[in-house]
């Protein structure tokens, strides 16, 4: 298993990955449901290879990078890693997003990933520790955190806040 960042090569199952992932599942965004593959390459794709190196955002935008986890041959989940935080990160999603394909999930891939990105993520941020977001019903997510170390830190109505000791 790893994680490989977003390229050109990987474009065909990246695509496919993106156009079928929800526009909102669990508060996890993706505003490329139901793209056409010619869309994906000409602006989405290009797009989000460019987070990590934003060039004319907005202030609140911080640099991130979108990875893919591969097993094999099959592109199974996608793991976003925000470098920094701004307040209202902190408050709300975090440094690290993630989702696994729907027919993969429950197979241990989302640990699996997490436990990949946390250790990518340890050398990118420079804040003491990994700030995670989760809602409160999403039990299988809260376990990829659990299985991760992660520790409750706080909650609001709709989630609860966790961390990652680096
Ligand atoms: C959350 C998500 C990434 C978990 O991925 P996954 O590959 O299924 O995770 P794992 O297989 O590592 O399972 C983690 C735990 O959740 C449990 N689990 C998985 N699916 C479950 C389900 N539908 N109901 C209850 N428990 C479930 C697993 O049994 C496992 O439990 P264990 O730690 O006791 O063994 C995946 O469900 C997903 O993509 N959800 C939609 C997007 C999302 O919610 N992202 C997170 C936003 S914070």
């Not at 609140?60 to 990160?89: A, K, M, N, Q, S």
């Not at 990105?117 to 999403?138: F, H, S």
Request: aromatic share 12%; glycine share 8%; hydrophobic share 35%.
């Amino acid at each position: 298993m790893e994680l490989r960042k977003i390229n050109t090569r990987d474009a065909y199952a990246q695509w496919e990955y993106t156009t079928t992932l929800p526009a909102d599942e669990n508060g996890l965004t993706n505003p490329y449901t139901g793209i056409a593959y010619d869309e994906y390459i000409e602006k989405a794709l290009p797009t989000l290879i460019s987070y990590e190196h934003p060039v004319d955002m907005p202030d609140w935008f911080v640099p991130e990078t979108y990875y893919y986890l591969w097993d094999g041959d099959c592109l199974v989940g996608e793991f976003r890693i925000r470098h920094h935080l701004t307040e209202t990160l902190k408050k709300g999603a975090g440094h690290i997003g993630y989702s696994i394909r729907k027919d993969k999930r429950g197979k241990g891939y989302g640990t699996a990933g997490l436990e990949l990105t946390v250790q990518i993520a340890k050398e990118i941020v420079p804040e003491e520790e990994i700030y995670l977001r989760v809602n409160k019903d999403n039990i299988p997510s809260q376990k990829v955190m659990l299985n991760n170390g992660a520790y409750i830190i706080g909650e609001d109505m709709e989630h609860y806040f966790f961390r990652i000791k680096k």
